[in-house]
């Protein structure tokens, strides 16, 4: 054994900690198009990195107790070497087989992925820690030199996480992040053989070939996996790493001659225009917009959460309106004036998470827009009874907020708990939906809050509405109905203390994630 351990050693066994933790949060956002951004998903990753660990220690710590020190150099530097080949085959695997899994369970479909993701990487990495205490003698009694080691790998581990999540995530799509981390660590495999004290020649050797090996698929990964996708009837223009999801800009061409444009995070459309005419190709927009100021005509000015492509601010500025817009998403508003038309001129823009700005609003508006989505629902903090509390801070004593929501069709547990939240809040309600369909199970809807009671049998105006889409428009205000507190009076409101909203929305949210997954092209899961 060795009196003292190489700096070398030291600092591949902080590069692999850093990896480690690195993989678990690219995984996060690797799996979410598939499998949805649940408490499942994190669930089957701290779960599996915390199996692939212990099995890590547990199988490191038997090579260090019956390999003399040659063999334990050897598989301490082996171990970082091929973990590159194993995120190579990982990678190349997963598109395909967690679309599988994915349209199976989602639940047990996850925590497979997890293991085809995670597991070997995981196992081969942590078994470094207990080979590499084994060769530290220089501590003759208490740990054996375990706390530095552990110390010096968790330290890695809390650089890896930091580099992820503000360098590697925002600037590199998630499909090429774990191929680089995977070169990284063959590469410093390499490196340390290089430079370690002398071993046997065969096993330098072995490590060399191995680290090369390993980073030569991964190179040829990088260089053969395509930017811009296309299918026959889809072509992506442009995909936008971020701190919030992937967000693709896709053109689909469609039979009668003209492109649509699709804002696209996790697979899910969030804004939709006609390439030719800039118009808005989704429905909700006009309904969310016309059906607000049919009810406050005098409306002047509004608060938008939640952008996308920028589609509501600009008919708000269109027709004279003074229009602040907020989303937690810098890269929105880059996508939005680059590929749908959004003119920044003439609209505050603040670059906020929503529950920040509501509680720190210094005005107060005529109409506030709610369009929040994170996946596939809003996020549960932004469905509480504070969060509206803070948005009613926001609204003149007049005013109205209107929000946009997808609901199942189904099951009318998550939308019940939504009305008896915002009335807790708000002293009416109105809900306007297509009429019920029981071929479609999710469908969206809009409703209107206010603190006064708002008019009865009202028609929404079709102001604005391209003559292509008034028969979705249409459709989409056939059913106003007001809901009144009697018919959610037992329904507790959602609160941040006793917070429901995953519970309840989870098989909605897991069926419509799998309805996605199977009407998707496989490439445009991959982000």
């Known amino acids: 054994m060795m009196n003292r351990l190489p700096l070398s050693y030291l600092l591949l066994i902080f590069c692999s900690g850093g990896i480690v933790l690195s993989l678990e949060v690219l995984a996060s956002r690797i799996m979410s198009p598939y499998f949805g951004v649940s408490l499942y998903i994190w669930a089957g990753i701290l779960s599996i990195t915390l199996i692939g660990l212990s099995l890590g220690y547990y199988y490191g710590g038997i090579l260090a107790r019956h390999k003399n020190t040659e063999s334990v150099i050897f598989y301490f530097l082996l171990f970082p ?19 599988y899994l994915a349209s199976i369970d989602l639940v047990v479909g996850s925590f497979i992925g997890c293991i ?7 196992v081969l990495l942590s078994s470094m820690n207990p080979l590499l205490i084994a060769l530290d003698q220089s501590q003759d009694k208490g740990d054996s030199g375990a706390g530095k080691v552990f110390g010096i790998s968790t330290i890695g581990s809390v650089v890896g996480v930091i580099g992820t999540a503000f360098i590697l995530i925002p600037n590199i799509p998630n499909s090429k992040g774990i191929l680089v981390l995977a070169m990284l660590m063959g590469l410093l495999a390499m490196l340390t053989t290089l430079v370690s004290p002398p071993v046997e020649k065969r096993y330098k050797y072995a490590v060399i070939i191995a680290s090369l090996v390993g980073i030569s698929l991964c190179t040829g990964g990088l260089l053969f996996q395509k930017n811009n996708q296309q299918g026959t009837d889809w072509h992506v223009v442009e995909e936008f790493p971020s701190f919030f999801n992937t967000i693709k800009v896709v053109d689909y061409g469609i039979g009668n001659g003209f492109k649509q444009r699709v804002y696209m995070q996790e697979a899910i459309p969030q804004s939709v225009i006609d390439v030719d005419t800039g118009e808005s190709l989704l429905g909700v927009n006009y309904t969310l917009l016309n059906s607000a100021i049919t009810v406050h005509s005098k409306a002047e000015s509004a ?21 602040d817009a907020v989303d937690v998403n810098r890269k929105s508003f880059l996508v939005a004036e680059k590929y749908f038309n959004f003119n920044p001129q003439g609209i505050n823009i603040y670059i906020r998470d929503a ?16 369009d929040l989505y994170h996946s596939i629902a809003p996020p549960d903090y932004l469905m509480t009874r504070e969060f509206f509390h803070s948005l009613s801070q926001c609204l003149n004593p007049d005013g109205v907020l209107a929000m946009n929501t997808v609901q199942s069709t189904r099951d009318s547990r998550p939308l ?15 809900m306007l939906r297509n009429k019920p369909d029981p071929k479609i199970f999710e469908v969206n809807m809009i409703l209107l809050a206010s603190f006064k009671k708002l008019p009865d ?9 391209p003559v ?18 009697k018919d959610v009076i037992n329904i507790k409101p959602v609160t941040d203390d006793m917070n429901r909203i995953l519970s309840v929305y989870r098989e909605y949210m897991m069926e419509v994630r799998r309805e996605i997954v199977l009407k998707t092209h496989k490439s445009l899961l991959l982000n």
């Open 468 to 485: 292509k889409m008034k028969s979705i428009f249409q459709k989409m205000v056939s059913s106003i109905s007001r809901i009144n507190k």
């Open 355 to 370: 529950r920040t700005f509501a509680d720190n609003c210094t005005r107060s508006y005529d109409i506030i827009f709610v």
């Open 116 to 122: 085809v993701l995670l597991g070997v990487p995981l």
């Open 81 to 99: 070497a091929i973990t590159p080949i194993a995120i190579f085959f990982s990678r190349f695997t997963y598109p395909d087989f967690f679309h």
């Open 416 to 430: 019940k708990l939504l009305q008896s939240t915002l009335l807790s809040v708000f002293a009416d309600l109105v």
């Open 457 to 465: 049998n009202f028609t929404v105006e079709s102001v604005g509405v």
């Open 303 to 323: 608060l938008v959460l939640g952008v996308a492509g920028g589609l509501v601010p600009t008919m708000l500025k269109e027709r004279g309106f003074q229009v």
